[in-house]
């Protein structure tokens, strides 16, 4: 026996892409059904980034998912850059006139979950053997197994939310699909430790022995990273270690100010670029990690999807307000255009402030000739602000 549901848009994953969407839609009117493998514990659980870009934070107040945020987020007005020792900041409230805000990407979940829970959302958790099909057709499915029992979902479209290793981007044919991506030499190890942040904006440092990254997720809870290689597991990094070689990294100046304590998260991510073309096959449309990986250098994650589901909500919005189709037509080509822009940055500022084991001499100098650029000209720290900002939709 199967079950079946009927729906206008399926949205395939329940992290903050596929949350805001589902939010945004039903703002509009438009009904919606939300499926994810995991279950919400789990999801909002996970450990994410946390800076937003002023154009995020305006889609969560839009979204009606801000008192929280507003109430504790701490505004950034710019940021540091460190190379061997000599620090830039870089103004960019001054330079751009806008700010980002510290707000941890669990607790926009946390949000999200809530206010769709509150208004009745519809969802289905811990879904196996999901199958997309007829997605060139007027009425795609998504079938899966539920709690032992066979369900189908008809829709007009499909969202897919369901990042990297998702079903979504799997289910477009390999003629279609093109991949670009560049695996980089390296990880992060990233700790979260309830004390103080030793600083109260970002510091990116390019030390000889690596990279390291000072950020926080609120006054009281900081959020610390160091590279690493690739094949390190956790166990080689117990907190002693990781203290004694983050206090390395940064210097002796902000170690100063570094109150060390146990961690209570650890994790190592790789660091990869990557992309996929087109982010629409028929009524499919990929939104989010689905569709792009940046590295975490310049904390673009959450802000490239929320971009991704701003553009996507739109479409949408327009095709069932008054059958205005443009908007969903041009959605893959509107946000590729946009997210390679996004991918320079990330790509940029990893090349940057990491140390590269494969780097010759000369390669070596061109990153510090670059850094001692960014010092020199407010061009060049302009550019780096108004990425780090947000760029616009369009």
């Known amino acids: 026996m199967t079950i079946h549901h009927a ?25 919606n059904i939300v499926i994810d493998r995991k279950d919400r514990a789990y999801i909002e659980a996970r450990v994410r980034a946390g800076i937003l870009e002023q154009g995020t934070v305006e889609t969560f107040a839009q979204a009606g ?27 960019i409230k001054a330079l751009t006139g806008q700010t980002v805000l510290a707000y941890g990407q ?42 032992g029992t066979d369900v189908e979902i008809t829709c007009d479209y499909i969202a897919g939310c369901d990042g990297f290793h998702g079903v979504a981007r799997q289910s477009i044919p390999a003629d279609v699909l093109k991949i670009y991506e560049r695996v980089y030499p390296f990880g992060w190890l990233g700790i979260l430790t309830e004390r103080p942040p030793v600083s109260m904006e970002c510091v990116y440092t390019n030390h000889p022995r690596g990279f390291s990254l ?36 940064i210097g002796p100046d902000l170690a100063s100010n570094l109150k060390t304590g146990p961690s209570f998260e650890k994790s190592i991510a790789p660091l990869r670029s990557f992309v996929a073309e087109p982010m629409r096959y028929g009524n499919l449309f990929l939104a989010g990690d689905a569709a792009h990986i940046v590295p975490p250098t310049g904390a673009k994650g959450l802000n490239l999807a929320v ?25 893959s080509q ?28 000369f390669e070596k100098k061109m990153q510090r000739a670059e850094f001692d650029y960014v010092m020199q000209s407010e061009a060049a720290s302009r550019s780096i602000a108004e990425n780090y900002v947000g760029l616009p939709l369009d």
């Open 214 to 249: 000072c950020s926080m997720r609120s006054a009281t809870r900081s959020r610390y990273y160091i590279q690493c290689d690739t094949n390190d597991n956790v166990a080689d990094w117990p907190d002693e270690r990781f203290w004694k070689e983050f206090a390395i990294r």
């Open 7 to 31: 729906t206008s848009v399926c949205i395939v994953g329940s992290g903050p892409a596929g949350l805001l969407l589902s939010q945004l839609l039903a703002q509009a009117g438009i009904d």
């Open 106 to 147: 669990t607790e926009v979940t946390k949000d999200l979950f809530a206010k769709r829970t509150d208004q009745g959302g519809r969802f289905f958790f811990n879904v196996e053997n999901v199958v997309l099909t007829a997605l060139k057709s007027d009425r795609p499915v998504v079938a899966f197994r539920h709690a």
């Open 334 to 361: 509107t946000a590729l255009a946009r997210v390679w822009k996004v991918e320079r940055f990330s790509w940029y500022l990893s090349n940057l402030m990491h140390q590269f084991p494969n780097h010759s001499p």
């Open 307 to 331: 971009a991704d589901i701003r553009i996507l909500a739109r479409g949408l919005e327009k095709r069932y307000a008054n059958n205005n189709t443009h908007f969903i037509d041009t959605y």
């Open 65 to 91: 998912v801000s008192d929280r945020l507003e109430r504790e987020g701490i505004v950034h007005h710019g940021l540091d850059l460190a190379f061997e020792g000599t620090s830039h900041h870089i103004n």
